[in-house]
């Protein structure tokens, strides 16, 4: 497919499908990932049969993996064949996960940690005995309890892997439907597991959509109802298990010594010792998880701003802007773009998209990821329309990945968010993170990628009128301004390209609409 795709980056938008269309696949961004996983537990429940039977394959190739585990200890089979059959290739093709720098070396680190969960684990023993699973059936969501570092994303690329070829065959099928161009011979580094001769398909050719995005590379689809966002996972296992224990009085009396401890103090070793001790607890923590995690992330309302990119696309169509020729004039449509940020949150109803609900009703901020989606979005849109100007989420410096970064031929102006909700203690000596941010984080960026000047946002939350009078972050505003000039100076002297330093903090709070004041 020929064409432009540079002021789009989702798979509608690219291939013509219109935003009335009732899509069914993920409308990933395919330019970057987003964070999005793939959900087990949305596999076994799903409304299609066929997914539904899919989760069964879980039980299948870990069964087939303790199986071999066992073998390797009589030394009949050698120590790199089993790291063969663990190893998961991280699936760049479905666009979701962590970003392609954060996840580097991913599917490397997950094969170790796997070899070491059935090599050391005592809770290896549950792959092959899943009375201790909700309906007996494997579930690898447990592995985030009994290993260190496998996560969301890894137990999402699990998920990719082991129903490749079922993606594979959904993905023809919304091609043909959505008249989305396929190309021969494009090749997959990863086609599914052959659950007969067990081992890796090795990948393949096949004839499927390419991202135009990057050429070369085949397009895979995921459908919408198997996945959840990042933010939804982040369930308190600690928490959640002193639930369990609370609710049975004998596992309250026998395990009464831990219940005295705070959440904190505990450990998530204790608690894998607690799901050794007591299956039960395991049980009912899986069971929990089910039920909490029943529906799959609601793209249509996109709480977490994952389509941001997609709904802020045509935004500025209409906005005047000024021609970039210079840094100075970079600068300026820099702050022109802040602005535009400013009036979205402060005069339009941009808030709503900075609170979210607690389940029992209260309203809470966002997390800084969620709301620099919001800008990143409007950021990718606003830009566009300047040329030779590029606007970069998430750039690496050498020293870290800055939130944004503009480019004009060699000016470079990064651009630093914080919420001033953010007071957990960073660093040595520890700064609260709102301070940290401007003192630490921005200055490191700067130095590292020469930037000409650094912007250093904030977001409001609290201001003692809105939604809990108690809490007033104003003061927070005037300890980052009596550190802008100090921190400007020294970059002055540390970097000979730098200029300027300017601190903007934009109010988050709930405010009357328009029409009503």
Known sequence: MEGDYTDKHHITQIFGIPDSADIDFFDANLEHDLPVFIDPFLIKNSPNSTEATLFERFGDYFRYAYDVSTSLETFRMPPKQFAKLLAFKEPKNINMGYTETSNAGHGTNLTKKLISFFMESAARKYVRDTKY???????????????????????????????????????????????????????????????????WKGGGYYELPENPLRRGEALILVPRRLLRGFEELNENTVSQVFDILRADSELSW?????????????????????FLQEGTVHYRYLQNLESERSQPYDFDKDFLGLLADKDYSDYF???????????????????????????EFEVRDGWKDAWKKTPKGTPTPQTEPVIGRKIRGMGYAYFRHLNEVTFIPEAGTGNGLSDFYVVYKDCKVIIELKLLSNSSPKGEPPLFAYLQGISRQLPNYVQSSRAKHAYYVTGQHWDGVAHGKATNHTPRITEIEALRLPMQTDLRAKVASFDTLTYQNIKMMPHASASKL
């Open 254 to 274: 026998k395990f009464a010594d831990l219940l005295e401890k705070t959440v904190k103090e505990v450990s998530v070793d204790e608690i894998r010792q607690i």
């Open 133 to 199: 699973f909700p309906d007996h059936m494997y579930n690898p969501v447990s592995l985030q309890a009994f290993t260190d570092g496998i996560g969301y994303d890894g137990i999402s690329d699990i998920s990719a892997n082991l129903i490749m070829d079922y993606l594979i065959s959904y993905t023809l099928e919304q091609a043909k439907k959505w008249n989305i161009p396929l190309k021969k011979d494009i090749h997959l580094d990863t086609d599914g597991f052959d659950f007969e001769t067990h081992r």
């Open 317 to 343: 169509d209409d906005h005047k802007f000024g021609d970039v020729n210079s840094c100075a004039t970079l600068k300026t449509q820099v702050e022109e773009y802040l602005d535009e940020v400013r009036l």
